[in-house]
């Protein structure tokens, strides 16, 4: 098992950028594909950033593709997002997710079987 805990969210005016971090411990992170997931008020939660186990392969939701960037550490047990070109409509709470199976991400919630507490980025015009 495997616990999480995501830090760096905050306030940001619109066109700045924001560096989203996610702590593991209990396993190490090279057993799991890591995902970053957000949920805006009033919608679903929804897939925004995947890495496999090393993370050579990654995955992007159209909205944010080109804008944030998934990275891992895994020997300090790490997962980051960096967002760049940050819009109001990124406004939302950020979930970092571990998914056992380590070989790809995926975009389907329910393929992770760990969550951490999610940070919330607030984003200005």
């Known amino acids: 098992q495997v616990q999480l805990v995501e830090s760096g969210g905050g306030l940001v005016q619109a066109g700045t950028s924001l560096r989203l971090s996610c702590a593991a411990s209990g396993r190490t992170l090279t057993s799991y594909a890591m995902g970053w997931f957000r949920q805006a008020p009033g919608k679903e939660r929804e897939f925004a950033a995947g890495a496999n186990w090393n993370g050579a392969n990654t995955y992007y939701a159209d909205s944010v593709k080109g804008r944030f960037t998934i990275s891992r550490d895994n020997a300090k047990n790490m997962v980051f997002l960096q967002m760049n070109s940050l819009k109001p409509e990124d406004t939302a709470v950020y979930y970092c997710?571990?998914?056992?199976?380590?070989?790809?991400?995926?975009?389907?919630?329910?393929?992770?079987?760990?969550w951490g507490q999610g940070t919330l980025v607030t984003v200005s015009s």
């Open positions: 997710a571990a998914k056992a199976h380590p070989w790809r991400s995926s975009v389907p919630r329910a393929d992770y079987e760990y």
